[in-house]
């Protein structure tokens, strides 16, 4: 039997991002939002209200980067998501993370966050507080990588949301092979 909770936020998993931008004079701002996901196979779409300074910024320099926030640096981004650059303009600095400028787009990459996704700004709509971006590259720390030289999420332990109990979960073991462990279902 299954319960009705109405309508509520409750995906699983979401991913823990941190937005990163500069402001007018050129110092980094940063927000972590948990509400956003791969649209196409070369954008991606946050939800983004427009009272973030960080929606500001992205308007004005049309760039954008987005880091996935770590187990190691829990603390830190949910500090980025619960102040506001409206009220605190040096909150990177607070928090403890640092920036470098990202290779292809006009914004910064949080040093700290390994793996992260450099974007142009498509559009953002702000009465839906849609904010879509094409991604131009993804980078990685090589610390990492696995030994194919692609990202192990085993070694950075990228975070997602449990919006029902508001708690950073890390992702976990793998499950199962993607397109692979269906296919004994295709030979019946």
């Not at 319960?3 to 110092?27: E, M, R």
């Not at 760039?63 to 770590?70: L, N, Q």
Request: with cysteine; proline share 7%; aromatic share 8%.
């Amino acid at each position: 039997m299954r319960k009705d909770f109405g309508v509520k936020t409750w995906l699983y998993p979401q991913p823990v991002f941190v937005i990163a931008t500069y402001d007018s004079n050129g110092v980094p701002d940063a927000m972590c939002t948990a509400w956003g996901g791969i649209t196409y196979d070369t954008q991606i779409s946050i939800c983004v209200d427009n009272e973030h300074k960080t929606a500001e910024n992205v308007v004005r320099a049309g760039a954008f980067t987005v880091s996935m926030a770590t187990e190691q640096f829990a603390a830190e981004c949910d500090y980025l998501g619960i102040v506001s650059a409206h009220d605190a303009v040096d909150k990177l600095t607070r928090s403890g993370l640092h920036t470098e400028p990202a290779a292809h787009v006009n914004a910064p990459l949080i040093s700290e966050l390994p793996l992260a996704v450099e974007c142009k700004l498509v559009s953002y709509d702000p009465e839906s507080c849609l904010l879509v971006g094409e991604i131009v590259n993804v980078c990685a720390d090589e610390s990492i990588l696995d030994e194919n030289g692609k990202p192990d999420p085993a070694k950075f332990r990228p975070l997602t949301f449990d919006p029902v109990h508001n708690k950073y979960l890390p992702l976990g073991a793998p499950a199962a092979d993607a397109f692979r462990a269906g296919v004994k279902f295709m030979k019946r």
